[in-house]
């Protein structure tokens, strides 16, 4: 083996299982069959993050997009996420109209801060989207007393939270509704695909009208929509992939656990990084390792993204602050946003990886410090 071969960032863990149940639904999932993988995947699904209900959805972003227009949320209105993120998650708002409003994050959490929150609220606002940053959790107690106390809905982009735990609870199952990415570099993968889940039958009853092009359980009337609605279904192949790799669903935690866990050992004598916090009473998913340099250390990301290259692994760039996108609706960028952004890199992690492969990463790291004289 080419011990110097490509590591890349993530890649799914496929076997005979996956292959099977695809093979299936391609051979009989047609017909009075064509919903049979997709009801065993919402109600296995379901039943894993401990909600009432779930759809299978194409993207986290269709999820995202139908829960907000569920929720009424259209133009004039405020929605309050963090300024650090990917752009699926403040695209569904730009899209109804709603106005994003982009607030910095905690510097230990890499995730929304609800002081922050707390001094954007105005009688506009309409949702507060609290994101899992890479199976971090957000402080949803915080979150949730807010939304309390001002009668704002809290709905969780739990995309990158699989395997995450706030107390007793899952990520995703916390908020008014929860939405998850089955895309190819997240936990469990259907290639792409997504899923909305919530506990609310109302809700639940109008997304699913939602991704039914508007038509209603229950309207006798064929080819009849009550409602302008979207078309962000996923298939039954899709389904059927995603049935296995849900039943492997805690093999596939407990390795980014590991993963996690020998990043931390063999980083545990090295000053001046700090990774994924976790903070009492919760445990995160390890979706994405991350290292962050602290701030007094000559090191920046880039350089240390360079220094990746060279060595032919495949580590990546943190979130850019979304405020700093040029066609973003103009707004002040978080100081712990952007300075973060500076320090930060996501490290390789995916099922498949040898101790090798940790050990080269590390490897990168350490010398990049010695380098900087950390
Ligand atoms: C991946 C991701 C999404 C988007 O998921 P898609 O399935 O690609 O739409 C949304 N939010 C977060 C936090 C993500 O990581």
């Given at each position: 083996m080419n011990s110097n071969r490509r590591i890349p960032l993530s890649r799914p863990s496929i076997t005979d299982e996956e292959v099977a149940l695809a093979t299936d639904a391609a051979r009989n999932g047609w017909g009075p069959h064509c919903y049979d993988y997709l009801d065993r995947f919402e109600a296995a699904f379901a039943a894993h993050i401990g909600v009432k209900y779930a759809i299978a959805t194409s993207s986290c972003t269709g999820a995202l997009h139908m829960g907000l227009a569920a929720l009424g949320v259209g133009e004039g209105d405020e929605i309050i996420l963090a300024d650090t993120n990917w752009v699926a998650s403040v695209a569904p708002v730009l899209h109804l109209g709603a106005r994003p409003v982009l607030v910095d994050i905690q510097p230990d959490s890499w995730c929304i801060d609800p002081v922050a929150v707390r001094a954007a609220i105005t009688p506009r606002t309409r949702a507060i989207i609290a994101v899992h940053l890479y199976g971090n959790l957000c402080d949803m107690d915080a979150l949730l007393a807010l939304g309390r106390e001002f009668d704002i809905p809290v709905i969780e982009d739990a995309a990158e939270a699989i395997g995450s735990m706030y107390g007793g609870s899952r990520a995703g199952a916390l908020g008014v509704f929860g939405a998850f990415s089955f895309h190819g570099s997240k936990t469990i993968t259907t290639g792409e695909g997504g899923m909305f889940v919530t506990d609310e039958q109302a809700l639940y009853d109008k997304v699913l009208s939602l991704s039914n092009h508007g038509r209603v359980k229950g309207q006798t009337r064929q080819f009849w929509p009550d409602m302008l609605g979207f078309k962000y279904k996923m298939s039954n192949l899709q389904a059927a992939f995603g049935c296995a790799q849900l039943r492997r669903v805690e093999s596939l935690i407990s390795r980014k656990l590991e993963i996690m866990q020998r990043y931390r050992e063999a980083f545990a004598d090295v000053s001046g990084i700090t990774m994924n916090p976790e903070l009492p009473g919760t445990r995160i998913g390890a979706w994405m390792p991350t290292v962050v340099v602290a701030e007094h250390i000559p090191l920046s990301a880039d350089e240390l993204l360079h220094r990746f290259k060279q060595a032919n692994i495949d580590a990546r760039p943190f979130f850019?602050?979304?405020?700093?996108?040029?066609?973003?609706?103009?707004g002040p960028t978080g100081s712990h946003a952007q300075s973060v952004y500076e320090r930060a890199v996501n490290l390789p992690s995916f099922h498949d990886m040898t101790d090798h492969d940790i050990d080269r990463v590390v490897a990168v790291v350490r010398e990049a410090l010695q380098h900087a004289g950390a």
């Open positions: 850019a602050p979304l405020s700093t996108l040029t066609w973003m609706p103009p």
